[in-house]
């Protein structure tokens, strides 16, 4: 028997073990090829399908119209930071950002580095532990877009709303709560996801991007770089991190087989309820320092009344086979990852963890 712990970690994080089963089945003959996946050509029929099925999935399970491209690319979801300034922020141009922590201001240094940043508004001062109201934005209406983070995985915020940008197109990155609950994808303008958090392994970002944008984009950018490059050749213009974009699928069609977004929304809702309803039950034991509004589903973060207590949370933890508690070191303390792929046994593990753990100490 193989034995696996209950891994919380902020990503890569936990797999689906029923994704990783037909992995193993399929690795040394992939459907009666004789070959691995990893061994075939990304150009075979083989590949073709999935890359084919991976696009209709998204689609499906997003609900996205005919005018948007679904695209897989290397390189992660940070150099999409870059990505997006070079192809869609002109000279003499504005961009817009919105800023709630750590990954948000790396998308803004990149911006700033190619053009001009106007700050729709800024968390900062309160230590980003929320995220601005949607109506509170502050961005001209000629700005070439604005772009926000969705799910802010290290300091444990969400956006449970999003902003109404008129015709500034809203550009958003959703690593960490892509197809996590229900949202109208056709808001976005576009929209990433690094693969490790809710799509799968790392090596692989998924961009996706609404037709009219593909007339944006600067002139003379190197090939690679070009949006339109991915979008033509559907994700083959070069190698692409084939394996992984086979997970990724294979994650998309256990999405689907457990019913949709509906279902895996009301799942994630369950599993943020028993930790938070756990803290809000003992404020004076835990402390959750993200204002409530502004709570994530994904990043439960939370804080012991000193931080020899917390390392005592997290070594013991560790020892009850529970894995990857520790907070980002920006913030410390305890950070729960409780992404699509956590069983609710997994939350409530850990719920049960925390309760036994207050009552010892
Ligand atoms: C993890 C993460 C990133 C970075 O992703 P890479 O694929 O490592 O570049 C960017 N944005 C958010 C919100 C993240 O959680």
């Not at 193993?24 to 073709?48: F, N």
């Not at 770089?225 to 699928?249: A, G, Q």
């Not at 070594?315 to 956590?342: C, F, P, Q, T």
Request: charged share 20%; net charge negative; aromatic share 10%.
């Amino acid at each position: 028997m193989v034995s696996r712990v209950y891994n919380y970690n902020p990503g890569p994080s936990t797999l689906p073990l029923e994704v990783l089963e037909i992995i193993q089945k399929e690795l040394l003959d992939y459907r009666g090829t004789g070959m691995s996946i990893m061994e075939i050509s990304h150009r075979s029929p083989e590949y073709d399908e999935i890359n084919n099925q991976a696009i209709s999935l998204v689609k499906n399970l997003m609900d996205l119209g005919d005018n948007y491209h679904v695209i897989f690319v290397g390189g992660g979801a940070s150099t999409q930071f870059a990505h997006i300034p070079l192809n869609f922020l002109p000279e003499g141009k504005v961009a817009a950002y919105v800023d709630t922590g750590t990954w948000s201001a790396k998308a803004i240094k990149e911006a700033q580095n190619l053009g001009n940043v106007h700050l729709a508004a800024s968390s900062k001062d309160k230590g980003y532990t929320y995220v601005p109201m949607a109506d509170e934005l502050d961005f001209p209406n000629d700005a070439v877009y604005l772009h926000l983070t969705s799910n802010n995985t290290i300091k444990g915020t969400q956006f449970h709303e999003f902003p109404n940008s008129g015709k500034v197109p809203l550009i958003c990155d959703m690593s960490s709560d892509i197809l996590s609950h229900q949202i109208d994808f056709n808001k976005f303008a576009l929209f990433y996801a690094g693969a490790q958090k809710n799509l799968g392994p790392s090596g692989v970002t998924m961009v996706v991007l609404r037709d009219d944008m593909l007339e944006r984009i600067n002139d003379g950018l190197p090939t690679f770089f070009d949006y339109r490059t991915h979008t033509e050749k559907k994700s083959l213009f070069n190698t692409p991190p084939s394996f992984t974009i086979y997970v990724v699928k294979l994650i998309l069609e256990w999405i689907k087989q457990q019913g949709g977004l509906k279902v895996v929304e009301n799942n994630n809702k369950k599993k943020k309820d028993l930790i938070y309803n756990l803290i809000d039950a003992n404020p004076d034991y835990f402390h959750a320092p993200v204002s409530e509004n502004s709570r994530s589903w994904m990043n439960i973060v939370f804080r012991l009344f000193s931080e020899d207590m917390e390392q005592k949370f997290i070594s013991e933890a560790k020892v009850a086979g529970l894995i990857g508690l520790k907070g980002h070191r920006s913030v410390g303390g305890i950070r729960v990852s409780l992404y699509n792929a956590m069983t609710l046994e997994g939350a409530e593990k850990v719920a049960e963890f925390m309760e036994n753990f207050r009552r010892n100490n």
